[in-house]
T-cell receptor, first 115, second 114 residues
Framework: ETGVTQTPRHLVMGMTNKKSLKCEQHLGHNAMYWYKQSAKKPLELMFVYSLEERVENNSVPSRFSPECPNSSHLFLHLHTLQPEDSALYLC??????????????FGEGSWLTVV | AQTVTQSQPEMSVQEAETVTLSCTYDTSESDYYLFWYKQPPSRQMILVIRQEAYKQQNATENRFSVNFQKAAKSFSLKISDSQLGDAAMYFCAYSPYNTDKLIFGTGTRLQVFP
């Protein structure tokens, strides 16, 4: 079992649907992240949670709504998405807040296709 | 703006040979961290090696080593004795000290031929 697990691995949704991506980390970390990976573009940091508190939101559209109920779980709620939101969404966690030299561990990602 | 540039979209190497992946970055900070991540077809990003900017000594991890040139803002990754399992996308990443930011390059796809 990997340290950071994401479900579902693949998701196809219509533009009017509401769905959620789930992330769970089994490493005892207290910081969690959502990244977006699009083709031929650098990974983009979307959200950072530290001790269940959102500490950074990199100007992400409101159609993406994160939720961190505890330090082990992170959700990304999706609604009224656009086709350009199709991408690989990566969850990650680290021991301390930020890279600070702390290794960030990634999940395997959730492939999202918006039709 | 802080940016990371990987100028080689694709590289290839023969098994057991050595390959070097290039990375340059732009920053006005003096304290920061640099990373190389590997993303195999499974898509899970795995940390390969990291370097603290205040350390002059180049980091090494088994067959992986870096050539860190702070003045030139260059951070290349050398893979020695390449193995088929090294085939993956490799991402260079930069993190300013005491922040949550991890800024990635666009990646280099490495192919390893038997």
């Amino acid at each position: 079992e990997t340290g950071v697990t994401q479900t579902p691995r693949h998701l196809v949704m219509g533009m009017t649907n509401k769905k959620s991506l789930k992330c769970e980390q089994h490493l005892g970390h207290n910081a969690m992240y959502w990244y977006k990976q699009s083709a031929k573009k650098p990974l983009e940091l979307m959200f950072v949670y530290s001790l269940e508190e959102r500490v950074e939101n990199n100007s992400v559209p409101s159609r993406f709504s994160p939720e961190c109920p505890n330090s082990s779980h992170l959700f990304l709620h999706l609604h009224t998405l656009q086709p350009e939101d199709s991408a690989l969404y990566l969850c990650a966690s680290s021991q301390g807040r930020g890279a600070l030299g702390n290794t960030i561990y990634f999940g395997e990602g959730s492939w999202l296709t918006v039709v | 703006a802080q940016t990371v540039t990987q100028s080689q979209p694709e590289m290839s190497v023969q098994e057991a040979e050595t390959v070097t992946l290039s990375c340059t970055y732009d920053t006005s900070e003096s304290d920061y961290y640099l990373f190389w991540y590997k993303q195999p077809p499974s898509r899970q990003m795995i940390l390969v090696i990291r370097q603290e900017a205040y350390k002059q000594q180049n980091a090494t991890e088994n067959r992986f080593s870096v050539n860190f040139q702070k003045a030139a803002k260059s951070f290349s990754l050398k893979i020695s004795d390449s193995q088929l399992g090294d085939a993956a996308m490799y991402f260079c990443a930069y993190s300013p000290y005491n922040t949550d930011k991890l800024i990635f390059g666009t990646g280099t796809r490495l192919q390893v031929f038997p």
